[in-house]
């Protein structure tokens, strides 16, 4: 706080990139396809009650008003295998929802995650070996990459879920630019929204769950949100239907590439 000012501070991807920790164990690797950050701001107090006291909800001031973030995250795991040894390699959708935290003991900016679709068999490792929150989806992609222009022409991701069904229309054009009310520059919006590397959750079981990820620097692009219809957004009440056209920020990237460090930790 700065006066009465809710103040973020500026960041920079220097202070927060460094090199890969060797994986061991299970650790995964995967490519990330059709990468997407569509990122809600609400008034901070939709957040309360949904994580322990140990974190606090990273906001930010918007029109005068402590905003909390939320994004939904689509993708395709492709070439989903062991980052240690030869392992078969697996493709599946997947979307994640997730708030930006602060964990109180350490300092580390992080994310709670509300959740996760996947559209795999796959799913009962997370979901039964490790009680993650994750729910069963039938995930779609519709996508049209232009390698000319560095653009979508297409862009279309759907899922049916009896937990979180969704569907998002994004777009792209020469004239999108980044834009990010709140943040002192570019640069800071930019760690903030793509490189936390801790997540927490309450596992199935009520516990609470945390694992990590590395990648290097993102090279996300700014685009449009032309529809979106997130049904989990609006029955915890956090982004209702008739808010959800309307994305504070919406960022896509191509294909990235994540380590994933496994297996998940207990806390307490």
């Known amino acids: 706080m700065r006066g009465n000012r809710l103040v973020q501070e500026v960041r920079k991807f220097c202070d927060y990139v460094h090199d890969r920790p060797a994986p061991s164990g299970v650790d995964v690797h995967c490519g990330l396809k059709h990468f997407a950050i569509i990122t809600y701001a609400v008034p901070a107090c939709r957040f309360d009650g949904l994580?322990?006291?140990?974190?606090?909800?990273?906001?930010?001031?918007?029109?005068?008003?402590?905003?909390?973030?939320?994004?939904?995250?689509?993708?395709?795991?492709?070439?989903?295998?062991?980052?240690?040894?030869?392992?078969?390699?697996?493709?599946?959708?997947?979307?994640?929802?997730?708030?930006?935290?602060?964990?109180?003991?350490?300092?580390?900016?992080?994310?709670?995650?509300?959740?996760?679709?996947?559209?795999?068999?796959?799913?009962?490792?997370?979901?039964?070996?490790?009680?993650?929150?994750?729910?069963?989806?039938?995930?779609?992609?519709?996508?049209?990459?232009?390698?000319?222009?560095?653009?979508?022409?297409?862009?279309?991701?759907?899922?049916?879920?009896?937990?979180?069904?969704?569907?998002?229309?994004?777009?792209?054009?020469?004239?999108?630019?980044?834009?990010?009310?709140?943040?002192?520059?570019?640069?800071?919006?930019?760690?903030?929204?793509?490189?936390?590397?801790?997540g927490f959750y309450f596992r199935r079981d009520g516990k609470l769950g945390t694992y990590r990820v590395w990648h290097k620097r993102l090279d996300v692009k700014p685009a449009a949100l032309v529809s979106a219809r997130f049904n989990l957004l609006d029955e915890l009440g956090i982004v209702p239907f008739s808010e959800q056209a309307k994305a504070y920020s919406v960022l896509i990237e191509p294909l990235n590439e994540f380590t994933i460090y496994l297996p998940p930790k207990i806390i307490g």
């Open 51 to 198: 994580f322990p006291e140990r974190f606090k909800l990273d906001r930010v001031e918007l029109g005068g008003e402590a905003m909390g973030l939320i994004s939904v995250v689509p993708f395709i795991d492709v070439d989903f295998t062991s980052a240690v040894l030869p392992f078969p390699k697996f493709t599946m959708g997947q979307t994640n929802y997730r708030i930006y935290i602060i964990d109180q003991q350490t300092g580390e900016r992080c994310v709670w995650f509300l959740g996760t679709t996947l559209d795999s068999w796959a799913l009962m490792v997370p979901r039964y070996l490790w009680n993650l929150p994750w729910h069963a989806g039938e995930v779609q992609f519709d996508c049209d990459f232009e390698a000319a222009t560095q653009r979508y022409k297409r862009y279309n991701m759907q899922t049916k879920s009896s937990w979180a069904s969704a569907s998002v229309e994004l777009s792209q054009s020469a004239s999108d630019r980044f834009s990010f009310p709140g943040f002192p520059d570019t640069e800071s919006a930019l760690v903030y929204l793509t490189h936390p590397l801790a």
